[in-house]
T-cell receptor, first 114, second 119 residues
């Protein structure tokens, strides 16, 4: 069985603050993929990043960065200099091996205010 | 179209009625998924198609739920004798562009969803 835990239900920050969203996963498979999706108020899930279990290199894309640590089964997401447009619910998700279905966490609602 | 298209955007039905939700995936995408998202929760897997073959339906909550993709493109999720607990957003996603070859873990691209309310 696989599981994704996002312990932070809701985070509020002031614009330009940095914020980190936590994600902890559980799986017995040695081959797996981790994802982050953003769900703005409009409802559509927007793909942000995919990471496979063999690549622990951290990644940066503009103001976004991801920290993958197999030792702690975590795949955390940091937004630097947050903006109001970053306000959304963020989901971490997992697939394993050839099982393509995504297992999602419960999401973290990020509210960025002026 | 450019993205995954779902219709209707909103659906209100009385308890006991049958409903049908449509998903039009990204052109060329082989894999198609249905998820159910309850209010305040993450999406939960319902079923998965590869072309017209339904390879996994382990997430369908009951035999009142039925999905099909007869020509390997558009898919329909049907719920018979709806109940109030069926109220949720139903999300469709597609992935695996034939042109990019086999990769069962390509990112899934989601539609806007259908918000189903059962009265």
């Amino acid at each position: 069985a696989q599981k994704v835990t996002q312990a932070q239900t809701e985070i509020s920050v002031v614009e330009k603050e940095d914020v980190t969203l936590d994600c902890v996963y559980e799986t017995r498979d040695t081959t797996y993929y981790l994802f982050w999706y953003k769900q703005p108020p409009s409802g559509e899930l927007v793909f942000l990043i995919r990471r496979n279990s063999f690549d622990e290199q951290n990644e940066i894309s503009g103001r976004y960065s991801w920290n993958f640590q197999k030792s702690t089964s975590s795949f955390n997401f940091t937004i630097t200099a947050s903006q109001v447009v970053d306000s959304a619910v963020y989901f971490c998700a997992l697939t394993t091996g050839t099982a393509s279905k995504l297992t999602f966490g419960t999401g973290t609602r990020l509210q960025v205010t002026l | 179209g450019a993205g995954v298209s779902q219709s209707p955007r909103y659906k209100v039905a009385k308890r006991g009625q049958d409903v049908a939700l449509r998903c039009d995936p990204i052109s060329g995408h082989v894999s198609l998924f249905w998820y159910q998202q309850a209010l305040g929760q993450g999406p939960e897997f319902l079923t998965y198609f590869q072309n017209e073959a339904q390879l996994d339906k382990s997430g369908l909550p009951s035999d009142r739920f039925f999905a099909e993709r007869p020509e390997g493109s558009v898919s329909t999720l049907k719920i018979q004798r709806t109940q109030q607990e069926d109220s949720a957003v139903y999300l469709c996603a597609s992935s695996w562009d034939r042109a990019h070859g086999i990769d069962s873990n390509q990112p899934q691209h989601f539609g806007d969803g259908t918000r189903l309310s059962i009265l």
